[in-house]
């Protein structure tokens, strides 16, 4: 629940103020009053007020260099968010169809539930719909691939990297499926394409660019059903998933392919307090140990 003195004006002044100085390490020169004030568009006497309240409450230390500015001495990032009520948590991740990932949902849900901070951990298909999410304010972290997050940093959303996890902590990689009697003709062959999946989309076009094939718009659950039924001739799908009755060519060496493997866990560019929380709690380390002993089942997945 949120803090009920952050509902004033001078609260809300608190909250912005926040989340620009946690964007701050230890030792960085703070903006002036007169900056802050610009940048939350808040009369200057209720960034003073802010700036006391994180003060009094042992968030950030301060101390005065003169003409040199305001340098924060010390900054309690998990203090930060419990007084803007910001500890509770929530991840969206892809659909835990595997133990990869309901290794890594795991991972994420143990390290984001201690000292003093809960996390809650939900699913859905689709980077750009989980990144849409996040944008929206509707969760505060989402999980994608190292790839997708790239590609939508390159478009300049408004999106952070707070952790990337080891090597096929994402997929183990991708292969390309055929229909059961396909006899390795790409003329005019159909090849499923998922809009919605970064991943799947840029791996596909790199993979069939010199091909003569037709691109047909699917949903990516569907992929395996529509090579059985011949909708679609080919598509590219993880690897960890293997249909029976498809074969399978590899893929080629990309380093699109590699960034693929790797999940990465994200916000909010502007979310600086969640970030920042995060990265103090989170151990990178301890998420890929818990997901590998999930995918070894020498632990049962919980999340």
Request: glycine share 8%; charged share 20%; net charge negative.
């Amino acid at each position: 629940m949120m803090n009920t003195s952050l509902l004033q004006k001078s609260g809300l002044a608190t909250l912005q103020v926040a989340q620009i100085l946690a964007g701050l390490e230890p030792g960085d020169r703070i903006p002036t009053v007169t900056e802050l004030s610009e940048q939350c568009e808040m009369a200057r006497g209720n960034i003073q007020i802010a700036l006391n309240n994180l003060k009094q409450n042992h968030v950030i230390r301060l101390e005065s260099h003169g003409q040199n500015g305001t340098i924060a001495t010390e900054i309690d990032y998990v203090a930060m968010a419990q007084y803007c009520s910001n500890t509770g948590l929530t991840c969206v991740m892809p659909m835990p169809y595997g133990l990869r990932y309901e290794g890594l949902a795991s991972g994420l849900y143990e390290e984001l539930n201690q000292k003093g901070v809960t996390g809650a951990i939900a699913f859905m298909r689709g980077s750009g719909y989980r990144l849409n999410c996040v944008e929206e304010g509707r969760f505060h972290l989402c999980v994608m691939s190292q790839l997708a997050f790239e590609h939508y940093a390159q478009e300049g959303k408004d999106i952070q990297r707070i952790a990337a996890f080891g090597p096929q902590s994402y997929v183990e990689q991708h292969r390309v499926f055929v229909r059961p009697d396909f006899k390795g003709d790409w003329q005019n062959c159909k090849v499923g394409v998922d809009a919605s999946s970064v991943d799947q989309e840029m791996l596909t076009r790199f993979c069939f660019a010199d091909k003569p094939v037709q691109y047909v718009p699917i949903i990516y659950s569907q992929l395996v059903p529509f090579l059985h039924s011949g909708v679609i001739d080919a598509g590219v799908w993880s690897a960890d998933m293997l249909p029976e009755g498809l074969s399978y060519y590899p893929m080629p060496r990309l380093d699109e392919q590699e960034k693929d493997t790797v999940a990465v866990l994200a916000c909010r560019k502007s979310d600086n307090i969640t970030a920042q929380l995060v990265r103090k709690i989170l151990s990178v380390e301890r998420v890929d140990h818990i997901q590998q002993l999930v995918m070894r089942k020498q632990i049962i997945p919980r999340y």
